[in-house]
């Protein structure tokens, strides 16, 4: 990856044209999404803010027949779709984070120490290190710090979301992707995942999806609104939801469809 | 009485009659079947178990676990077996004088008299048969050729009878050689076919297709396996009848079970492991390899289990590609070189029941021999199914989601 001038956008969205089949998803989108920011992607369901997001790190490759059918997309200046792309470094340069939380039915350890242990990593000392240091990072390690050992799944929901992030952060990635991170949990464990992303962003570029319009409010510095697969508006979130330019946007903003 | 009619009254008698017929024949049908399963399994080890227990101490009949099938060299005392043999002919010539005499008119009392005296004679029978199994000599060949003096020809009376002495050994090792050999051949192949299968293929004509041969092999008759071995690995491979050629023929036979089942058990792996375990940058085997196999593997054992009882339990197959009806050495015994050991022959407890009652004369002393190796045989299958069963819960344990 070459390295990232001074306010360059992370990531370029340039008349990107995307179809499952002869569906089309998204159409002619065009956005930059800035470096240690919040972007939050809303919009009502269908609209194509999750496929834009799996666009940022390939992962529609492991879809049959999902295509980009023009456009580009340019991460630290470089076209990942473009030729001589390993969509495996890509995706540790990027890390994502599930709607559903899917950790490994391993021990919380592993689950940490797998992002490493992929790469070849075997020393011990090191590992504990990262292992630590994720879930200091994820805000989980005094609560799980005694139980390392123990199964993933025997944890509460919304410490498993924790932990997914965790997981993420051990490969260090520049880039988070959240792919509505809090759909699942109860508003309390939403509140600490927030909390996390607001940390978080000091040292990662965060792009969220999200349902919920509230926490777009409170977490994203801008957001973008989607509809049946175009870009409706993006700008600073505040300017969003207090003062929307696209009467669409002011719709679903204000509740009335969507 | 006027019936109180309501929202939920209850449905028409002959509705409710019709519920419970259909329930009562599902029923049947199910214990039928246990009762089926049941007679069958209660059958053979009844019967197998008077060939393979024995009432002294060690009370395991080892003889017959681990000599190989022997001609059987009987003597009976000679008074005793022609004094049966008058009963006999006695027997035979009052029951023809009675059928004669049932078309005459009134001969009922003379029926009865005759009836009473073959009652007599058959009793007389029993207890003549009695004395003969007490005092004949029995003798498997391994002993007659020990005899230092053959019994008195005054006394006794010989016969031989083929396969009816000795024991299975060779035939349960070379069962569980063939059954260990094809099970890891059709393993290997099966899961390497099915990991291509269920992650890599894309979906289309050619995978339609391959499904399609997958499901059309298992139902291809076992016979047709066994011709197909023996033209490949037999003759055109000129493997001869070897180890080497039953384990590639009923490999393949095990395989679309394997297949069918590990692709399914690999589908059944969520989603969500695949893409957390790709999202952080790992490759596609390496996911495969460390979030997917792991948790299949107690599915895919399941359908290990399967391919066993299949393929442990045919007989057409290694007919013409591995078993041999009886072979002196044990299949490490007598080898010029190791590779040898894969170009042998064995012995197979389903050809031998095959052989037994079907190849020889029938009599007496075979009957044991057939109980006794279908016996052993069911043994054997059910401790690899278990066996796979254990290693499947120890599996399913360690990975819960």
Redesign the interface.
Request: aromatic fraction near 14%.
């Given at each position: 990856m070459t390295p990232k001038t001074a306010h360059h956008p992370i990531i370029q969205v340039r008349d990107l044209d995307f179809a499952y089949g002869d569906t089309k998803a998204l159409s002619n989108i065009s956005m930059d999404i800035e470096e240690k920011k919040v972007t939050a992607l809303i919009g009502p369901s269908g609209c194509g803010k999750t496929t834009l997001l799996r666009c940022f790190?390939r992962?529609n490759d492991?879809i049959?027949n999902a295509r980009i059918l023009k456009g580009h997309i340019k991460v630290s200046n470089v076209d990942i779709y473009g030729e001589n792309i390993d969509e495996?470094?890509l995706?540790?340069y990027i890390?994502?984070v599930?709607q559903?939380s899917?950790?490994?039915?391993k021990t919380i350890y592993e689950n940490i120490a797998?992002?490493l242990r992929?790469?070849g990593v075997r020393k011990k000392t090191l590992l504990d290190e990262v292992v630590e240091e994720c879930l200091r990072g994820a805000a989980l390690w005094n609560e799980v710090k005694d139980r390392l050992s123990e199964?993933a799944?025997s944890i509460s929901g919304g410490q498993q979301q924790r932990l997914?992030i965790a997981?993420?952060l051990?490969?260090k990635p520049k880039i988070l992707l959240m792919d509505e991170p809090c759909s699942a949990l109860d508003p309390i464990a939403t509140a600490k995942v927030e909390e996390l992303i607001h940390q978080l962003k000091k040292d990662y570029t965060i792009v969220i999806v999200t349902h919920n319009m509230q926490q777009a409010a409170r977490v994203s510095d801008k957001t973008a609104f989607f509809y049946v697969g175009e870009l409706i508006e993006y700008s600073k979130t505040d300017d969003i939801f207090m003062n929307p330019s696209d009467p669409q946007t002011e719709a679903y903003v204000s509740g009335r469809f969507g | 009485m006027q019936m109180h009619i309501n929202k939920f009254t209850k449905r028409p008698a002959r509705d409710a009659a019709v519920e419970n017929l259909l329930i009562t024949s599902f029923r049947i049908a199910t214990y039928l079947i246990v009762i089926a399963a049941g007679c069958i399994f209660v059958n053979i080890t009844y019967n197998g178990a008077k060939a393979v227990f024995q009432a002294e101490a060690p009370f395991v009949n080892i003889g017959f676990l681990t000599q190989k099938p022997q001609t059987l060299h009987v003597y009976e005392p000679k008074a005793i077996f022609f004094e049966q043999n008058a009963v006999n002919k006695q027997i035979v010539a009052l029951e023809q004088q009675s059928e004669a005499l049932a078309y005459s008119k009134n001969s009922d009392k003379e029926i009865l008299s005759i009836q009473e005296e073959i009652a007599g004679l058959k009793a007389r029978n029993k207890m003549l048969e009695k004395a003969r199994k007490s005092g004949r000599l029995l003798y498997s060949d391994s002993e007659y050729q020990k005899l230092e003096a053959l019994p008195d020809p005054e006394n006794y009376i010989y016969n031989n009878y083929a396969y009816s002495g000795g024991g299975i050994g060779p035939a349960i090792i070379g069962t569980c050689l063939l059954v260990i050999g094809s099970i890891t051949i059709a393993l290997l192949l099966g899961v390497l076919c099915a990991i291509f299968l269920s992650e890599y293929s894309?979906?289309g004509k050619t995978l339609q297709l391959v499904r399609l041969s997958i499901l059309n092999l298992s139902g291809v008759p076992s016979i047709v396996f066994g011709l197909f071995g023996f033209g490949i690995f037999v003759l055109f491979f000129g493997w001869g009848v070897s180890l080497i050629a039953g384990w590639f023929t009923l490999a393949i036979m095990a395989l679309p079970v394997i297949i069918t089942a590990s692709e399914e058990s690999m589908r059944s792996i969520?989603k969500?492991?695949?893409?957390?375990?790709?999202?952080?940058?790992?490759?596609e085997w390496?996911t495969i390899r460390?979030?997917v196999l792991p948790?299949a593997l107690p599915g895919i054992l399941t359908s290990s289990i399967m391919g066993i009882a299949r393929v442990a339990g045919e007989t057409a197959p290694i007919m013409f590609t591995a078993a041999f009806a009886l072979r002196d050495q044990l299949p490490w015994q007598g080898l010029e070189k190791p590779s040898d050991f894969f170009f042998q022959g064995v012995m197979a407890l389903p050809y031998h029941i095959y052989v037994v009652s079907s190849k020889i004369p029938q009599n007496e002393y075979t009957r044991n021999m057939q109980y006794g190796t279908a016996f052993v045989f069911l043994c054997i299958v059910g401790a690899f199914a278990l066996s796979s069963i254990l290693l499947r819960i120890r599996l399913r344990s360690k990975?819960?989601?």
């Open positions: 790190n992962m492991l049959d495996i470094e995706r540790k890390g994502m599930f559903k899917n950790p490994f039915p797998y992002g992929i790469q199964s799944l997914c997981r993420a051990a490969v | 894309r979906p969520p969500g492991f695949r893409e957390g375990s790709l999202a952080l940058g790992a490759s390496t460390t979030n948790y990975y819960r989601w």
